[in-house]
């Protein structure tokens, strides 16, 4: 029974041989025929006392049945046993088996002329020694092919070796490590050899390196000089591509610097070239590489970079989603005069954006339009990205009512107390009230000291802030707050809150756009935050957030990696697509949270979810395919060991297996009783 | 062809004739074929006899001369003087429908085989005949005559509800047994045809009301080869004919501890009848009816 194992067909089938009795029983008793008899008086008399009885005695002999046939499977079983591959008890005399790879890769000049395959068949040549056991080949190109040679003469093996030429399919060593792992128990006494140039896609690169440990001796068959080369991300700048101005497009690359001739980066938008660079990778192996375009045409754009010499060039392209457009425009209603600037409740707002449009040269990708509640009336506020409320009484009711028309198409709008609102004003004002979907309490602001609490780092918007991230938010202390009463608390979603109860910013969706309400102001006399490292970026991805109708939301991870998607009730097909052009429908049969994995390849996916477009970019950051190579080369030789993933480790095995055999004699015994004993006249199972 | 006895009464071909006067007639001439006794005196016999004085009897008829002799109280019971009152009681419940797999008739027929054969006999030597079907009550009372006419309405009568009858909700002897009782106003003879498929002691209780009547009584307890046997094997799916109950069961499973409780059951009947001084014939509805016909006269001549 050496060859029944946990993952074995036979063990599989055992299993399913447990079904049989209740099938029997099943079967057994269906309905044959139906009797139209004189009178059950008897019968029932006869079956009425025992018959609850004997159905518990026979559900239990049934169960004894199902348990001894799984039990005896299960003592029968055994995982795998260890491969000493790298010698250790293996005498010379051992069968020797050697796995080759023979994917077109293996055609690679090795650097003298010959290629990659004829390297490893002289690899293959110096293993064998006088007097060694039996000899047998696999060869392995995208899955392992049956035995190609088996043969005890080395002379007649080396013969047939020779013609053993390259294929044309594409190989990977996914496909042979669990072939590998799930012939382990064949090979249990042999030596096994696996030869191979272990070239892959770089996004399959860290499925490999999550599996460190195979059972088998690793030969890496390498070049002298490896054509590695792979592009890791694509830099865009952390805003809105502005339509007709020349931005800056950036690609990050790696290599070994072993390519010798120069390497062809370009750059698409859409499927069109917009520039190209050649790279010299021997004199710079790691870098960027950049390009300056004028985008003219306005949009969601999907914007490209791909490498034209690789080993595998039909992988190695990143993809990044951008929106294309007028530069955003801000909105800052100021009724008021201040005497000095930084009265002004925009004051610091205003400065960190200004600060940026300054460093950025001439490069606005907003524009500040400063406008007073009067000179809105006659105002298209539809043209604006977002509107900032800061210190300010409601605007009249005409002009709330245009403004709640023009967010349900997109934009936003946002709410900052200061020191001269009115929260009466603001609970007067029925149109102000159902734009917030709540009041400002009454009173005075509250003199309390808070730290601020982003209601979840997952949120686009506290991203950068994680742990280790950009500032900390955690510091800012907030000493003033007006707090703001929700009335439609399901709508008004808290984003940020002051210590564990007090909201300090609420979203609130209106058709297309939002509402942000802060209940402390962004000034210094309120708060730290302005003064605080955390202030900027959080302006920055404030504003982008908030402008995010136009900005998607992007979410990143790497290639391999399930895409979760929390979906909603009415939701039932999905439409997510992919890199290259690739589309799936998806079915989330009504799951809230559904997981896509046919994410191997890196790329953007892109998915429309309750009117808006969702991204995730799959990219090779988080998985350096380098590290494949130092794990699997020839440090790694010798070790052998189970693999945890195809076949997890039994704790305790022996006590296992001995338990599984008593409870399976016990069981056997209980049949035997039951069937000498007839528990009681009348039950035949 | 010539028959013998024994293949002429043999249900089977009893079953193929529809007219029920030929069917009597053909019963009880093939009775008696081959016998020595004279039938026709199966009804006439004359006794008259003592017995100990009860409590309740009427004065008039205690023997005192045999007082003055022996100092005991006897009633001196006497001889039908007049043509015997005969009463064919069959169990028209729907158990009787019930037939086994390999039975050519229902115990209902073969009721009526019997009932038919016996009203022949009596309306041939001038005694009077009537009859009573039942199930939950008095379906059909027929007072007994002893006209040529009756006896056609009889064996028309019995003809007639020997088709398939739909089950009904069961049999209640005791009440069936007590109404019949008042109905019967003469002693006489009462044959009782029913498969007494009911708890014993309703049975118990039903007899007892017929045979303290004075009547004499006879009990022909008709069952099928599949009651007595329960030759089933498959798990199958019984149904209750009087009922409607269903129950499910492997009868291999239970054939043993039925055939225990059903015989048990068959002694606890015969045994009661028996007390009550009354015959008891337990009939396989496979038997051929000669055989029950001259058990039947055996014992009354025995009993003479």
Same mark, same amino acid.
Not at chain 1, 371 to 388: C, H, I, N, P, R
């Given at each position: 029974m050496s060859g029944l194992y946990f993952a074995s067909g036979w063990f599989l089938a055992a299993l399913a041989a447990a079904v049989l009795p209740l099938a029997m029983l099943f079967t057994k008793e269906a309905v044959r025929s139906k009797i139209r008899f004189s009178s059950l008086y008897f019968l029932q008399a006869m079956t009425r006392p025992a018959a609850r009885l004997l159905e518990w005695k026979r559900w239990l002999l049934l169960a004894a049945r199902v348990l001894f046939l799984i039990l005896a499977a299960l003592a029968f079983a055994r995982p795998f046993k260890r491969l000493d591959a790298g010698g250790g008890s293996l005498s010379p005399r051992s069968p020797l088996v050697f796995i080759l790879d023979t994917s077109a890769s293996m055609g690679y000049d090795a650097g003298d002329g010959r290629a990659l395959l004829d390297l490893a068949k002289e690899k293959i040549r110096l293993k064998l020694h006088a007097g060694q056991g039996p000899l047998t080949l696999y060869t392995a190109a995208d899955k392992v092919q049956p035995v190609v040679i088996r043969e005890k003469s080395a002379a007649v093996f080396l013969k047939k070796l020779a013609g053993v030429t390259v294929s044309d399919a594409a190989g990977s060593a996914l496909g042979i490590q669990p072939w590998l792992a799930e012939h382990a128990q064949e090979f249990n006494g042999s030596k096994v050899t696996w030869l191979s140039d272990f070239s892959t896609a770089p996004q399959d690169a860290h499925r490999i390196a999550a599996v460190r440990e195979v059972p088998a001796e690793i030969i890496a068959v390498r070049p002298a000089q490896f054509s590695n080369f792979y592009l890791k991300k694509i830099i865009l700048p952390p805003r809105p591509l502005i339509l007709g101005r020349e931005e800056e497009i950036q690609a990050v690359y790696a290599s070994r610097g072993e390519i010798r001739a120069p390497v062809a980066v370009a750059f698409f938008d859409g499927e069109s070239k917009i520039g190209e660079t050649v790279l010299d990778v021997r004199a710079q192996p790691s870098g960027t590489v950049k390009i300056r375009h004028r985008f003219e045409v306005?949009? @969601? +754009? #999907? @914007? /490209? !970079?791909?490498?034209?010499q690789d080993s595998l060039p039909a992988d190695n392209r990143l993809e990044e989603l951008s929106w294309v457009g007028d530069p955003l425009r801000l909105l800052f209603i100021q009724? +008021?005069?201040? +005497? &000095?600037?930084f009265e002004s409740p925009y004051f610091y707002l205003s400065q960190v954006l200004e600060s940026s449009e300054a460093s950025t040269g001439s490069q606005a990708w907003f524009r *500040? *339009? +400063? #406008? /007073? /509640?009067?000179? @809105?009336?006659?105002?298209?506020?539809?043209? &604006?990205?977002? !509107?900032?409320?800061?210190d300010t009484a409601p605007p009249p009711p005409k002009t709330l009512t245009r403004l709640r028309t023009s967010l349900k198409s997109g934009g936003s709008l946002v709410v900052i107390p200061g020191r001269h609102t009115d929260p009466g004003a603001y609970a007067a004002s029925l149109p102000m009230q159902q734009l917030l979907g709540g009041r400002f309490q009454e009173g005075e602001p509250q003199e309390e000291i808070h730290t601020l609490r982003p209601s979840s780092y997952e949120h686009p918007l506290f991203q950068i802030f994680k742990p280790r991230g950009r500032g900390r938010l955690e510091h800012v202390q907030v000493r003033r707050v007006l707090p703001f009463l929700s009335e439609t608390p399901a709508q008004n979603k808290v984003l940020l809150w002051l210590g564990e109860r007090t909201p300090c910013l609420i979203e609130r969706k209106i058709g297309e756009g939002q509402v942000f309400i802060w209940t402390t102001a962004l000034q210094t006399d309120w708060n730290d935050f302005p003064r605080d490292a955390a202030f900027v970026p959080f302006v920055f991805e404030f504003v982008k957030y908030a402008s995010r109708g136009r900005v998607l939301q992007t979410l990143r991870g790497v290639p391999g990696e399930a895409i979760v998607i929390n979906a909603a009730a009415e939701e039932k097909i999905l439409e997510m697509n992919g890199p290259g052009g690739a589309r799936w429908t998806l079915t989330p049969n009504l799951e809230r949270q559904f997981q896509f994995e046919e994410s191997g390849r890196a790329g953007i996916y892109s998915w429309r979810q309750a009117g808006r477009t969702f991204q995730k970019i799959l990219s090779m950051d988080a998985a350096e395919s380098v590290l494949v190579y130092p794990d699997l080369n020839t440090k790694a030789a010798g070790r052998a060991a @189970? *693999?945890?993933s195809v076949n997890p480790p039994v704790p305790q095995r022996h006590f296992f297996y001995t338990l599984c055999w008593l409870a399976a004699l016990a069981m056997a015994s209980l049949e035997t009783l039951a069937a000498a004993f007839q528990f009681r006249e009348g039950m035949r199972l | 062809m010539p028959h013998s006895s024994a293949q002429c009464l043999d249900p089977r071909s009893l079953a193929l004739i529809a007219d029920y006067e030929l069917l009597a007639k053909r019963i009880v001439d093939g009775l008696f074929v081959g016998l020595h006794r004279g039938p026709r005196h199966a009804f006439s016999l004359e006794y008259s006899r003592h017995r100990p004085y009860e409590r309740g009897d009427p004065l008039k008829r205690i023997d005192w001369k045999l007082y003055g002799k022996t100092d005991h109280l006897y009633i001196r019971q006497y001889q039908e003087e007049t043509s015997l009152q005969a009463w064919m009681m069959l169990d028209a419940s729907a158990s009787m429908h019930f037939k086994g797999p390999a039975e050519a008739v229902t115990k209902w027929q073969y009721a009526t085989f019997l009932a038919a054969a016996f009203c022949h006999l009596l309306l041939e030597q001038n005694d009077s005949a009537g009859l009573i079907t039942f199930d939950e009550t008095l379906k059909r009372v027929i007072p007994p005559r002893g006209s040529r006419q009756h006896q056609n309405l009889?064996?028309?009568?019995?003809?007639?509800?020997s088709g398939p009858v739909k089950p009904c909700g069961g049999t209640h002897f005791e009440k069936t047994a007590a109404l019949a009782a008042a109905l019967m106003k003469r002693k006489g003879l009462i044959f009782y045809f029913s498969d007494l498929l009911a708890p014993a002691p309703e049975i118990e209780r039903a007899i007892h009301l017929l045979s303290s009547q004075g009547s004499e009584l006879y009990v022909f307890h008709i069952l099928s080869g599949a009651e007595l046997e329960f030759p089933y094997e498959k798990y199958s799916e019984f149904q209750d004919m009087e009922t409607g109950e269903v129950l499910r069961l492997d009868p291999a499973a239970y054939r043993q501890a039925y055939l225990r409780n059903f015989s048990a059951y068959l002694r606890d009947i015969k045994k009661f009848v028996e007390r009550r001084e009354a015959g008891y014939r337990l009939v396989d509805a496979r038997e051929p009816l000669n055989q029950v016909l001259l058990d039947f006269f055996e014992k009354r001549r025995l009993a003479a």
């Open positions: 306005p949009g @969601l +754009r #999907k @914007l /490209s !970079v791909q490498a034209e009724d +008021r005069e201040f +005497r &000095y600037p *500040i *339009i +400063r #406008k /007073s /509640s009067a000179q @809105l009336e006659e105002d298209d506020l539809a043209g &604006y990205d977002m !509107v900032f409320m800061a @189970l *693999i945890p | 009889l064996l028309k009568e019995l003809g007639q509800s």
